[in-house]
């Protein structure tokens, strides 16, 4: 081995050595030039170099070892041989990985050499004491450890010697290994050799007691005096070697060893994102509340380089790679039978938080709680909920705190379902309370944990173990809200079924949230309970701001609450601090709110929303985490619940503020709100709102119109942007009203004729008369005249579509019996028209409109009418295309072929029919017969009028001669075109096509008219 490890070192010599010689350069100076000779391994194929030597070497020296016990040579030859082989393991060349397969091959052997020992010992050629004394008498430490934890187990398992008093000396021998690696392989190697041989190891050989007596109590006593103590010294003595693992493990990080390139670092500090130094100045022993030093250097050294950003991740991927050998200790403790829930609680549970809390580095803390909370039972957590919540809010920063609570709280959950589903009893009536109060003490526990406000955590975390219990590190404020997320599913787990106490609960913990938000915590009423104790901790406090994370975090929180554990939107209106804290957030996570809370309301409302619970058949999904949603099978949703009251409806509009009015806050890149495209997007914001506002509903049309009366004060302060699309919404349900008003005046001016009673008439009389002063009033705010109705306000932002609104208006004004109100929306449909309608499709969009208006007005005074329908026909005479003015004046036929007009009235339509057909013949050819076949159309319905003959036949046979005369001439075009060779193709196939089409409609309107002579006298006089 001397000889080998000589040939390495004169190895790495010649790697690094180099030859100098001198260049003479035109300045006559001289430069130093270095030439390396030979190639230069890189890291990984050293690695791979130095194992490959290594484990070439343990079977060369196993081999000798087996050669010596198969040629039965002395003990001494045989330990000697051995110890020759577990020298390879003194090696600090190796990372963690590399080791681990090294040992991996020494531990084989060591079986082997196990096995040798035992057979001695059978057969008597050497005592227990004997041998263990020979595997002492090897010079080094690392292979004499390893030697006597091999002879202990022998002695263990002969029994000659109590088993812990044998494990109690080889756990503290051990500790003259101080290198984190090679330390921790050898405790790792004494636990494998341990296990099954101590006190409360599962699977362990019980020998019958000599000579005891019969009683199971005695003969108990009788093996524990054996054993040299109980399954508790089991576990303390699993504790002290966890420990000191822990430490080793702990001290790679710090990096205070001689690291493999023969240097050495003394950095306690573990720095995030930055690294930084600190000097160890103390001693390791107890009761040190400073930082520990390992090495024989000085750490004050001033000018100690920090490692590299690369050389600390090297060490954190090999920590992790080591995370096991440590974890294997709690979970040794937690495989031990007989130890009793109190002992857990009283003796071993508060040992192994100690060392946990005492020992500040992230990485150990975070997966060794994660070990804690994964390998004892969930009855023992049930018990040591406070103390497990005191420990975890004691680590230093860069823990993930909440991670750990969300483990700990889903496996609470899924033993409280266990025990709900009878798969699992419990074992005292004491259990089964702690299982009924598992959420007061999970959320009392919340409560009371101090949050932090910085946007991070501290960057320098100091690496060392300490006398005293620190003082509790305040959680992160995004990563407590996490936390509460999670206790929301548990919730909804344990209560899902229980509509009032999931409310309950579920109104609790976002209480506890909002209390830690500063403004929010300001905004709450008085309350009772641990509501009280986390507003109190939340005054005691003075943040500044909220970070971004916890914004985020509270904007998911409440998405959640709302989306998923929220079964209709009065739940949600009903939780009077979501709205508390949606104001503290900002104004992307308050959008996403409102969205949420219009989701909610719009969805079908069932007995309970969808619940998550734990699957009976896969408690958890692949990776173990989560509990895993299961869908509530239930009828098809009814349509949403209406929202009834006025105060649900101010509640509502506090949500919803995001995206009915611009926010001082909001982002001017629209791109940082909307994630495709800005304005389809928004508008479909402004849909959802507008879906949402036709939900407000009342019996008493009072009451609605107060609600109404709201939203319009709500919906004018939307901005230019919003009125175009919410103000339709606000119109339709302003004439849902006026109806519903209307409708209650008729009914009460009905009771007014019916009532027999003086005073009962006197009552319904003055009652309908308050009713038709309500639909006046609520006209007035439609149309006021002063530029502040609702029309007015929509006219000035969306002109062209105002003008429908203003003839749907008038149509409803008109069937309450308010002409006056109908004539005047109709006049200022007619005075929009004629100022923005700029375009002809917009024209004639809007005529067509006017003339459907106008056509079904039945209150309005025929003088009136005649009016606006000379009106209509005058702007119809006027566009600007002689096609558009012969269709348009045809059409406004129809508003003189009213039965309510008088005849002279009625002989009008006669007359817009002959002045249409004399425009269309001012039309080109193929767009002539087009407009012709569409005025045939419009002929025949007038023909088969009941009023009587309001078209003549001689008109109508009219014009079927100019569609033939037309028709001809069309035919021949468009021959010609096709043999003209000079013509575009794409305008022959064009004109060709055009004229099918039309000859088609032309066809069909021949058909009807046939078929309608063979029923009806009066249509043969038609020439077809």
Partial sequence: MAARTHSREEANKTRKQAMAFQIPEDNGTDESVVTLRGSVLTAAEEQRKWLQEALIAVDRKGTIMRNSMENKDSIAVVIRAAAQMLDELRTNLLEPQNYYELYMKVFSMMEVFV??????????????????????????????????????????????????????????????????????????????????????????????????????????????????????????????????????????????????????????????????????????????????????????????????????????????????????????????????????????????????????????????????????PDELHLFTIDQLFDAISRTVPGVDVSELLHSLMLRLCKYAVAVQDGVTEVSSPEEEGKLRDMFPMLLRQMSSMPVSYSAHMCAVTVIKRTSAVPPPTPMMLGAYVTTMRHLVDVVMTLYGKSAKRRFMSLSNVVDVVASKFPSAAAD??????????????????????????????????????????????????????????????????????????????????????????????????????????????????????????????????????????????????????????????????????????????????????????????????????????????????????????????????????????????????????????????????????????????????????????????????DVCEQSETSYALYVEALTLYEGHTENSHEQIDALIACVNALYHMRNMPEESYEVLAAKVCQYASKTLKKRDQSYLVAVCASLFAKKQLSHESQERVQECLQRSLKLAGQVLALAQLQLYVQLLNLFLHFFTSKSGYLVSVELVNELMEKISEVSEVQRSEVSGEANDITADEEDKVSAANTFAKIRLVYRNITKYIRSRQSAEERWTEIDV
């Fill in 115 to 376: 096995a040798y020992l035992e057979d001695e010992h059978r057969a008597k050629r050497h005592t227990l004491e004997e041998m263990y004394e020979r595997v002492q008498f090897c010079g080094y430490i690392v292979p004499r450890l390893y030697l006597l934890i091999a002879a202990g187990a022998v002695y263990i398992d002969a029994g000659d010697q109590p088993a812990l008093e044998i494990a109690r000396d080889l756990v503290e021998m051990c500790k003259g290994v101080q290198h984190p690696t090679r330390g921790l392989f050898l405790r790792h190697f004494l636990l494998t050799m341990m296990k099954g041989k101590l006190p409360g190891d599962p699977n362990r050989r019980v020998r019958d007691v000599r000579n005891g007596p019969a009683e199971e109590t005695q003969q108990q006593e009788c093996r524990d005096e054996e054993d040299g103590g109980t399954v508790t010294d089991t576990a303390n003595l699993l504790v002290q070697n966890f420990k000191e693992m822990n430490w080793l493990w702990i001290r790679m990080e710090a990096g205070s060893y001689a690291n493999r390139n023969g240097g050495s670092t003394n950095s306690v500090t573990s720095c995030s994102p930055a690294t930084a130094t600190m000097p160890a100045t103390s001693s390791p022993l107890a009761g040190s509340s400073a930082v520990s030093s390992w090495s024989s250097d000085t750490a004050t050294r001033p000018g100690s380089p920090s490692r590299s950003l690369r050389a600390a991740r090297r060490t954190q991927q090999e920590r992790r790679a080591m995370c096991v050998l440590v974890g294997m200790n709690v979970v040794r403790v937690a495989q031990l039978d007989g130890i009793s829930r109190d002992v857990y609680a009283s003796s071993i549970l508060p040992q192994l938080l100690c060392i946990l809390v005492r020992y500040c580095e992230p990485l150990a803390q975070q997966y060794l709680f994660e070990i804690l909370i994964q390998v004892f």
């Fill in 524 to 813: 709450l009423s008085e309350s009772t309970g641990v509501v009280e104790v986390a507003v109190a901790a939340a005054e005691a406090s003075t943040p500044v701001s909220i970070s971004p994370a916890a914004a985020v975090a509270a904007g998911h929180f409440l998405v959640h609450v709302i989306t998923q554990c929220c079964a209709t939107v009065q739940e949600v209106m009903a939780m009077e601090n979501i709205a508390a804290l949606t104001s503290c957030l900002p104004f992307l996570q308050r959008r996403e709110v409102a969205m949420a809370v219009c989701e909610v309301a719009l969805r079908g409302s069932t007995a309970a929303p969808v619940l998550p619970s734990v699957d009976k058949a896969v408690s958890s999904s692949a990776t173990g985490r989560g509990l895993k949603p299961a869908v509530v099978v239930t009828a098809p949703p009814p349509s949403p619940r209406p929202i009834t009251t006025l105060e649900d409806v101010a509640r509502l509009f506090e949500l919803l503020d995001p995206i009915l009015l611009e926010q001082p806050d909001a982002p001017s890149d629209l791109q940082l709100i909307y994630k495709y495209n800005p304005v389809v997007e928004f508008i479909d914001e402004q849909n959802l709102v507008c879906r949402t506002l036709h939900l407000l509903a009342n019996d008493d049309p009072a009451v609605y119109a107060k609600m109404l009366t709201g939203v319009r004060k709500v919906l004018l302060q939307g901005g230019a942007r919003r009125i175009p699309l919410t103000y339709p919404t606000l119109m339709t349900l302003h004439r849902r009203a006026a109806l519903r008003l209307y409708a209650q005046y008729q009914r009460l001016s009905s009771s007014t004729k019916s009532d027999e009673g003086e005073r009962n008439g006197e009552e319904a009389a003055m009652a309908a008369s308050q009713a038709m002063k309500a639909v006046r009033k609520c006209f007035g705010y439609v149309y006021s005249g002063d530029s502040k109705g609702i029309l007015e306000v929509f006219a000035v932002e969306a002109p062209t579509e105002a003008i429908k609104e203003y003839l749907l208006f008038s149509n409803t004004a």
